[in-house]
């Protein structure tokens, strides 16, 4: 068995920090000076280890960077910096980073043990390769490997993956750890919080050990980590679940007067907690919060001043803009009018509405003589055929093209509105409405959209930087959605109602259902037929959209991995 450190024998006690930080993929630096001031708090506050989430010397997922020689060996230059200034004295450190393995040459995904001028090595055994994963591809498995001593508790680390399947924790246990330790880059979506906290008590279940599991917060470009890290006692009680979207440290007491190491009960007694599961976030306020810090994370780790959004006037716009100044703040949130001659008077005066409650600059740029100019252009080729969608799109694309003018002479990032719903029929216009740099409702359906729009008109997170009360106009979630592209039109003219096209597509993108079983619910056959063929065929276009926050259990990017070119449809 390794010993990091053996002055210490048969400790009864042992105060554990779990360091919830937000790290930048890349910054090796910073992400060193992170450390460095989670571990000088925790020094403090009397920790004798502090634990940090995974890879948090290069930032998680860092994908393809890790291949780069030159980042692996910058994390190994900040590890060694580390194990030197340990030898000072402070807590240990559970540090975490890439390892290419001097003999070898393999690349692991590693956990550092540091204490006093020492360090041991541990490696993920399980690499997940399924959804956002692709781990298999830059890492090589480690071995399984025997628990490490530290101030004589024998400590099993499991890294992330290591704690979703049994063998790892079932080895460290038969090898007589007596705490597991799981550093974590698990990323947020809807109701995954439950699923990690049931593995974890699986997992302790099975072994009969306790856990301290701690995860990333931020995010990495499509990306959202809640945090949420947590504790699970040998009986299943959880003592402290820590906070949900900030950076955090939390300095765990475990005492081993009983037998087994215990962490003491925070905020109610082992039986009651037990007894009474951890009640997680409400769906709408966590899914608020998740496009809240995806979007303020991509906006600052890419130093951009701020954000412009085209503001129609519609539910879409008007949603994007409030999260972009809850994220952001109202001094860096531009909004922009672009009507036409199909603009209604109500939709512009709900544009103007929306920017006066959120506080934030509107400019109003009219689209009709660009408009006007392009179709004049166009016209001796289009002579004799009917006005249809080349030339509604064409007022998507001047739009495009000034909202990208915009962000380009003032530096502004220009943040898409589309949803979902629109996002899996192709009901969007590539280099029109598509133009931007992020998307925050790319993966909300149009009718949570209009249930999000309606939580946050009562509900304002506490750490969003926007006004309370009221902040979208109501007629913007009262009147029809429409694109405003030529007289009297609605979204409802070429799709079905979204009630039933989001739980039609929640089947076919979610559930990978057949039409056969979504027809067998209730769902007109031609219906579910024509949606999965406008889903099929959007797919180019899906492939050139922006990245947005990931929500769902299959967002649109590496989630879903469909081909473009696909002649297969259900008869």
């Given at each position: 068995?390794?010993?990091?450190?053996?002055?210490?024998?048969?400790?009864?006690?042992?105060?554990?920090?779990?360091?919830?930080?937000?790290?930048?993929?890349?910054?090796?630096?910073?992400?060193?000076?992170?450390?460095?001031?989670?571990?000088?708090?925790?020094?403090?506050?009397?920790?004798?280890?502090?634990?940090?989430?995974?890879?948090?010397?290069?930032?998680?997922?860092?994908?393809?960077?890790?291949?780069?020689?030159?980042?692996?060996?910058?994390?190994?230059?900040?590890?060694?910096?580390?194990?030197?200034?340990?030898?000072?004295?402070?807590?240990?450190?559970?540090?975490?980073?890439?390892?290419?393995?001097?003999?070898?040459?393999?690349?692991?995904?590693?956990?550092?043990?540091?204490?006093?001028?020492?360090?041991?090595?541990?490696?993920?055994?399980e690499l997940p390769n399924y959804g956002v994963f692709d781990e298999k591809?830059?890492?090589?498995?480690?071995?399984?490997?025997?628990?490490?001593?530290?101030?004589?508790?024998?400590l099993g680390v499991a890294i992330c993956e290591d704690m979703w399947l049994p063998p790892v924790t079932a080895h460290l246990a038969h090898r007589g750890a007596e705490l597991l330790i799981v550093p974590n880059g698990s990323p947020f979506e809807v109701d995954k919080f439950e699923h990690r906290l049931a593995l974890a008590r699986e997992r302790v279940a099975e072994s009969g050990l306790p856990l301290a599991y701690v995860n990333q917060v931020g995010g990495q470009d499509e990306l959202v980590f809640d945090g949420g890290s947590f504790v699970v006692n040998a009986d299943g009680s959880i003592p402290a679940v820590m906070p949900f979207w900030n950076e955090s440290l939390a300095v765990m007491q475990w005492d081993r007067a009983t037998g087994t190491f215990t962490c003491a009960e925070q905020t109610q007694s082992a039986a009651d907690r037990s007894a009474q599961p951890f009640a997680p976030e409400p769906r709408l306020s966590a899914v608020y919060h998740a496009m809240m810090l995806g979007l303020r994370d991509y906006v600052d780790k890419n130093r951009f001043p701020g954000v412009v959004i085209g503001l129609s006037g519609g539910i879409d716009s008007a949603l994007t803009a409030v999260v972009a100044v809850d994220a952001l703040g109202a001094g860096r949130v531009r909004g922009v009018r672009l009507p036409s001659q199909f603009t209604s008077d109500a939709s512009m005066v709900d544009a103007a509405d929306s920017a006066r409650l959120l506080g934030i600059t509107l400019d109003t740029l009219p689209i009709e003589s660009g408009v006007k100019t392009v179709e004049d252009t166009l016209a001796p080729l289009f002579s004799g055929r009917a006005r249809d969608v080349a030339e509604e799109n064409v007022q998507a694309r001047i739009r495009g093209v000034l909202l990208m003018a915009v962000s380009n002479k003032f530096g502004e990032m220009l943040v898409t509105t589309g949803n979902k719903s629109e996002m899996s029929v192709g009901?969007?216009?590539?280099?029109?409405?598509?133009?931007?740099?992020?998307?925050?409702?790319?993966?909300?359906?149009?009718?949570?959209?209009?249930?999000?729009?309606?939580?946050?008109?009562?509900?304002?997170?506490?750490?969003?930087?926007?006004?309370?009360?009221?902040?979208?106009?109501?007629?913007?979630?009262?009147?029809?959605?429409?694109?405003?592209?030529?007289?009297?039109?609605?979204?409802?003219?070429?799709?079905?109602?979204?009630?039933?096209?989001?739980?039609?597509?929640?089947?076919?993108?979610?559930?990978?259902?057949?039409?056969?079983?979504?027809?067998?619910?209730?769902?007109?056959?031609?219906?579910?037929?024509?949606?999965?063929?406008?889903?099929?065929?959007?797919?180019?276009?899906?492939?050139?959209?922006?990245?947005?926050?990931?929500?769902?259990?299959?967002?649109?990017?590496?989630?879903?991995?469909?081909?473009?070119?696909?002649?297969?449809?259900?008869?």
């Open positions: 068995m390794d010993v990091v450190n053996t002055r210490y024998d048969r400790a009864v006690r042992l105060s554990i920090a779990l360091a919830q930080v937000n790290p930048t993929v890349g910054d090796v630096a910073g992400n060193a000076a992170l450390v460095r001031r989670m571990r000088d708090e925790a020094t403090t506050k009397g920790a004798d280890l502090v634990v940090f989430p995974e890879l948090v010397l290069v930032g998680y997922p860092p994908e393809d960077l890790v291949l780069r020689p030159a980042l692996v060996d910058a994390a190994a230059a900040a590890l060694h910096e580390l194990v030197e200034e340990s030898a000072r004295g402070g807590p240990g450190l559970i540090v975490t980073l890439p390892w290419r393995e001097p003999d070898i040459g393999h690349l692991r995904n590693a956990a550092a043990i540091v204490a006093e001028g020492r360090v041991e090595l541990r490696y993920k055994h591809r830059v890492f090589v498995a480690g071995d399984l490997r025997d628990p490490v001593v530290f101030r004589g508790v024998r009901y969007s216009t590539l280099y029109g409405d598509m133009c931007g740099g992020y998307s925050v409702l790319k993966d909300i359906y149009k009718t949570e959209v209009y249930a999000l729009a309606r939580w946050r008109n009562r509900n304002k997170p506490a750490s969003a930087l926007g006004p309370g009360g009221r902040v979208i106009p109501e007629s913007s979630i009262t009147k029809a959605p429409t694109a405003e592209l030529r007289p009297n039109q609605t979204d409802q003219d070429s799709l079905p109602p979204y009630e039933e096209l989001d739980a039609i597509l929640t089947g076919l993108v979610e559930e990978e259902q057949s039409v056969a079983e979504l027809a067998a619910c209730g769902f007109a056959r031609d219906t579910v037929l024509r949606v999965q063929r406008m889903l099929f065929a959007a797919e180019y276009k899906r492939r050139q959209a922006p990245p947005g926050v990931k929500i769902t259990r299959k967002s649109f990017g590496r989630d879903r991995r469909y081909p473009m070119t696909n002649a297969f449809r259900e008869l």
